[in-house]
């Protein structure tokens, strides 16, 4: 077992100086690490069906039950720069099992959470650990993985266990509560906390980042000031629109970030130093893989109310058909790993991805109000278009950063897909919006004009045939925005192809 503060070098060499193969050790190792990540992933969407429980048990404020929701995200995105920084510097397994450990007592305390204040507060120290989680698995992946094709394999189990995980998540929260007590959907993270606190000190080596110089403190405070008040403001921007308050927090996000970026750019011992983007590659992966994420994000802020409000679906049954688009994701992970095996440039295979999302988005403009099976097919290929990019943009981006940076790498691609979601969901959704409003009778009560959920809600106090006429208006006007937000979408992911294979012509195959 490798020496917790002894660094792993940065490529170990077999034979002819080739990089070694990893072995049985190495994917047991991966496993083990596959689970604290489905879960961090799975957390996002884990509340979905336990809130109306929560709030009969608990009795939140309005306040407090957005807070519930929103923290862990907000804390996670937050945090993701300064622990990636932090593991380079203090050991990512180190991190890892820390994080694990805070993950794990987060879950037990959310679980058995008497107030609603109690709960916020597990949440968002169940935050704190999913952003030492998500960059340090990522950072001891790239480390245990130094042959190219073998990373290019694990990457690919790795993005499809986070693009899985949410959508896991909703599921296993309805079954869970309908089972049992809402504190279920927490407790569920503790058996695979202890497994990795045990196995991860056996199979985990660790790494670091020997010459990282001291840890840049004050860019901490910068980093949060720059992420947060841009993440909620787009956040916020799809269902409430463009008010004052959401434009002046992305205002406010944007001035501290050119900040983050002076410190960086100046400072002695930056969290983020800007050889990070000389690595050859490493920027357009940053790039690409946001816009990836836009599109991903910006489709299911339709496809999930298309099951409910337009089909009328329930939760639990809107989550269980969720899941089929998910299937296809085990067959694009191992295609596209083995296109880049037999030596298919990695730019063509970028694009081909972008590409795909694009017709994913294609079929989304073709659904009526009635199109299920079209609908769970344009969500398929869009997430088998997304596995294709990400897992590749993020194998392009560990490779072209040293290993020594591996940590802060990683973080900087998750907090890039977290702003490319925000913003995915802030402009789709607001075209979505835009369209539908236009759309709709202006006869139409105020609030059915706004939003469809004040259409339902509009139409269950209005007689027979008026409620029914306004259900539909209001349906064809929601299936009317969707179509025009993916073609957006559709436009964005086509144009992205196209800077791919432009900006990616020179990194070569995922072998290189």
């Known amino acids: 077992m490798t020496n917790p503060t002894t660094p792993v070098p940065a490529a170990p060499t077999g034979a002819a100086g080739a990089p070694l193969r990893a072995g049985r050790r190495q994917w047991t190792a991966l496993g083990v690490l596959m689970l604290p990540l489905l879960l961090v992933s799975m957390d996002v969407s884990v509340l979905y069906f336990a809130t109306p429980a929560i709030n009969a048990d608990l009795r939140p404020s309005g306040t407090q039950q957005l807070w519930i929701f929103d923290v862990y995200g907000f804390v996670l995105s937050g945090l993701l720069m300064t622990m990636g920084a932090l593991g380079d510097r203090a050991g990512h397994r180190r991190l890892l099992l820390a994080g694990a450990a805070a993950f794990g007592a987060a879950s037990l305390l959310a679980a058995y959470a008497d107030s609603a204040a109690t709960l916020i507060a597990a949440r968002a120290i169940l935050g704190v650990g999913g952003a030492t989680l998500m960059p340090s698995t990522m950072a001891l992946l790239r480390t245990m993985f130094t042959d190219p094709a073998q990373r290019a394999k694990a990457i690919g189990l790795w993005s499809g266990v986070m693009t899985g995980g949410i959508a896991l998540g909703s599921v296993m929260s309805g079954l869970l509560v309908e089972h049992f007590w809402w504190g279920s959907v927490f407790l569920v993270n503790l058996p695979a906390m202890a497994l990795l606190l045990v196995l991860g000190p056996v199979l985990l080596p660790e790494s670091k980042n020997p010459g990282a110089g001291r840890f840049d403190w004050p ?18 921007i799809p269902s409430e629109g463009w008010h004052r308050e959401y434009v002046v927090s992305i205002t406010v996000g944007l001035l501290f970030a050119a900040l983050f970026v002076h410190r960086q750019r100046t400072g002695a011992a930056p969290l983020v130093p800007a050889a990070l983007f000389r690595g050859h590659g490493f920027t357009p992966a940053l790039v690409l893989n946001l816009v990836c994420a836009f599109g991903m994000m910006g489709s299911a802020v339709f496809t999930t109310q298309y099951l409910q409000s337009v089909l009328g679906k329930g939760p639990l049954e809107a989550a269980l058909w969720s ?28 694009a081909a991805g972008f590409a795909v999302g694009a017709a994913g988005f294609a079929l989304l403009a073709l659904a009526g109000t009635d199109s299920l099976w079209l609908v769970l097919a344009a969500a398929g290929v869009l997430a088998c278009g997304a596995v294709m990019v990400m897992s590749q943009l993020t194998d392009l981006a560990m490779s072209a950063a040293p290993v020594e940076r591996a940590g802060t790498a990683s973080s900087l691609m998750e907090t890039g897909a977290e702003f490319g979601g925000a913003l995915g969901m802030a402009v789709l959704g607001s075209i979505g919006t835009a369209l539908y409003r236009h759309a709709m009778p202006a006869t139409a009560p105020a609030e059915a004009r706004e939003t469809l959920g004040g259409a339902l809600a509009g139409a269950a106090h209005l007689p027979g045939r008026a409620g ?14 969707m179509q025009g937000a993916a073609v957006a979408g559709a436009v964005t992911l086509a144009l992205a192809a196209a800077g791919a294979a432009v900006t990616l012509r020179r990194t070569g195959t995922g072998q290189g």
Not at 219 to 235: C, E, I, N, Q, W
Not at 331 to 350: E, I, K, S
């Open 468 to 481: 029914a006429s306004l259900l539909a208006a209001a349906r064809q006007a929601f299936t009317d925005g």
């Open 323 to 350: 899941l089929l688009p998910s299937v296809l994701i085990g067959v694009a992970g191992p295609v596209t790993a083995q296109l880049v095996q037999r030596g298919v440039h990695r730019g063509h295979v970028v």
């Open 219 to 236: 860019s901490v405070p910068l980093s949060l000031a720059a992420v947060l008040p841009v993440v909620y403001g787009l956040k916020e």
